[in-house]
């Protein structure tokens, strides 16, 4: 945001007069970023592409929606006439055209016949400074006054009451601030009412007592990089029955929650820019760094902070990166809150998340019937999960792992890690147990029924709490061998797995329950060098990790032979496991 006729954008400085009419902003924005004008991500190029790629197929009978320039601007000329940033002293605010393009999108798209919002929600994804409390604030007045709805609640939303409060507070200083909203709206302690439509706009966290009797029209959940789960969601989204349009507007910087709701929305939104997925009614507006190689070109930074010369001086940033980056706790959370991109809170961390992100082919495990494999299995207690693994080497270097995992019902009622227990179930990926504990046996039958499907030619394991399950697998027919979980052992296999990670070598088809489990995993190192996996806390478990890893003993050493030449060579899977 910025207060005077001219906006700065990528590195030069365009003039207002230059630009097209305030209401066609939106879209000139889009064209602008496509057209290689304005630096912005690939994810936010992919959106504006979106964008114009919908315009050209608007009011069309396979696509009902239509873009209403005056709707997508009623927000915004609401929002420079009345509202005022409470800090500093400016006379008016003006919006920039990524503002344009984000509040243009959420409401200017609509149904050609009803003129219903066509989003239902909107993730907008932005570092720290770049005016969202500002931008959030002035929407939740509109909402609540201009968008045609009586009876509107308007909940701000946050993991704390504390954070709530910001965006709360700061569209209470809005209306102290202007003479016009001043004699329309009544501010309270704990609510702003504005009676000509019986509406309201409210703070609430996930611990509020009036939750369940909100009528949501408008709710906006703030920093949900700290949420540990739906809960405050589903409360929200389960809200909204009695509203014709309702919206949902997710705003954030990245954080280090990485297997919370932002991360699953994140790369959904990711999804559907690239065409993976199909959702016609969620907007992404996804700001952030493409490159580690970025973090030294401060000519890229808008990328994740669009209003970088606005209210975000350049000078300062570099100043605070060039001091940021020296001290590895200061350096990462630049990178999360600054760059907007996902960091492992641990400095001892296995894997960053970008790492884990760029291990994303899907690869249709029927062409993998017959290939050869290794097993392996993490038993764990029997009261905790337990964990088993394939693991296959492919032609390509690339390893494939099919993981899956057990857990008791006991374990799941307590769900002390906010784990969606039931989805991962309902995906494949984990067997919720009835009895209280894990019976061994299911792991026994799960490797049985995989061995009808792959060449299961080996199955390693941890010695400890393993001597049934291996007696019955020998039985069985199965080969096994036993994985000593020491220094020697596992640090070979270790390093070898983080490059195949760093490589994008390793195909796990976005196991969610398997990512959880590479964000848990540290390292400790002994005096040579030498690495073993470890959980970063109590609830932070690591088995279906440990399960891989055991399996990865064996496939490092069949992945690579003797070139001649002092260097070695992949092998092919036929030769494989020989």
Not at 106 to 132: A, D, P, Q
Not at 152 to 175: C, G, T
Not at 419 to 432: F, Q, S, V, W
């Amino acid at each position: 945001m910025k207060m005077t006729t001219t906006s700065k954008i990528s590195s030069g400085i365009i003039n207002v007069l230059n630009k097209p009419s305030p209401k066609l902003l939106a879209t000139w924005y889009a064209e602008q970023v496509v057209a290689g004008n304005i630096i912005a991500s690939k994810n936010v190029k992919l959106a504006c592409q979106r964008h114009l790629n919908d315009l050209k197929r608007a009011g069309t009978d396979d696509f009902p929606y239509v873009f209403d320039e005056d709707l997508g601007h009623r927000p915004i000329r609401f929002i420079e006439k009345f509202c005022k940033p409470s800090k500093g002293n400016f006379k008016q605010l003006i919006l920039q055209p990524w503002q344009h393009f984000v509040i243009g999108s959420l409401f200017g798209w609509v149904h050609k016949e009803t003129k219903l919002r066509r989003f239902k929600e909107g993730l907008i994804f932005v570092g720290r400074k770049n005016g969202k409390t500002t931008l959030i604030s002035g929407l939740s007045l509109y909402g609540v006054s201009k968008d045609g709805e009586n009876g509107a609640d308007i909940p701000l939303l946050a993991n704390s009451m504390k954070q709530a409060r910001l965006l709360f507070d700061e569209a209470k200083a809005m209306i102290k601030a202007s003479p016009k909203l001043r004699k329309y709206f009544r501010p309270l302690r704990d609510a702003i009412h504005y009676d000509e439509t019986f509406s309201k706009i409210e703070p609430q966290a996930s611990d509020s007592e009036k939750l369940d009797g909100l009528n949501t029209h408008i709710g906006v959940f703030d920093e949900i990089h700290e949420y540990k789960d739906y809960k405050l969601i589903n409360v929200i989204k389960n809200s909204r029955g009695a509203r014709e349009q309702p919206l949902l507007i997710y705003i954030t910087t990245a954080g280090y929650q990485l297997d919370g709701p932002l991360v699953n929305y994140y790369e959904q939104g990711a999804d559907v820019l690239d065409g993976v997925i199909e959702d016609e009614r969620t907007f992404y507006y996804l700001a952030e760094l493409d490159d580690q190689n970025e973090f030294d070109q401060p000519e890229m930074w808008i990328k994740a902070n669009p209003n970088l010369g606005v209210s975000i001086k350049l000078t300062d940033m570099i100043e605070d990166w060039e001091k940021a980056k020296r001290t590895p706790a200061e350096r990462n959370d630049f990178i999360t809150k600054r760059f907007n991109l996902f960091v492992n809170s641990s400095e001892q961390a296995f894997l960053d998340f970008e790492v884990i992100k760029r291990n994303n082919k899907i690869l249709d495990i029927e062409s993998l019937r017959g290939h050869p494999c290794v097993g392996g299995f993490d038993l764990s207690q029997t009261e905790d999960f337990t964990s088993a693994c394939l693991e296959f080497p492919l032609c390509s270097g690339e390893v494939f792992v099919l993981s899956h995992s057990w857990v008791p019902r006991k374990k799941v009622m307590l769900n002390n890690e906010k784990i969606p227990y039931e989805a991962l179930e309902n995906d494949g990926l984990l067997t919720i147990c009835e009895k209280d504990y894990v019976d061994y046996e299911d792991v026994e039958d799960w490797f049985i029924q995989q061995s009808k499907q792959f060449n299961i030619e080996l199955i390693t394991y941890d010695p400890a709490n393993a001597y049934r399950l291996v007696n019955n697998l020998e039985n069985k027919g199965f080969k096994t061998l036993a994985v000593r979980q020491g220094f020697l052992t596992l640090s070979p296999a270790l390093k070898d797995v983080k490059e195949l990670f760093l490589d994008g070598k390793v195909i796990f088809n976005k196991n969610k329950l398997f990512q959880w489990y590479l964000n848990n995993v540290k390292l400790v190192e002994d005096r040579n060098g030498n690495w073993l996996p470890q959980k970063q806390g109590r609830y932070r478990k690591i088995d279906g990790f440990a399960a891989f890893l055991n399996a990865h003993t064996e496939v490092m050493k069949k992945m690579v032979k003797p070139a001649g030449n002092g260097s070695v060579e992949v092998i092919s899977v036929k030769d494989l496991l020989k």
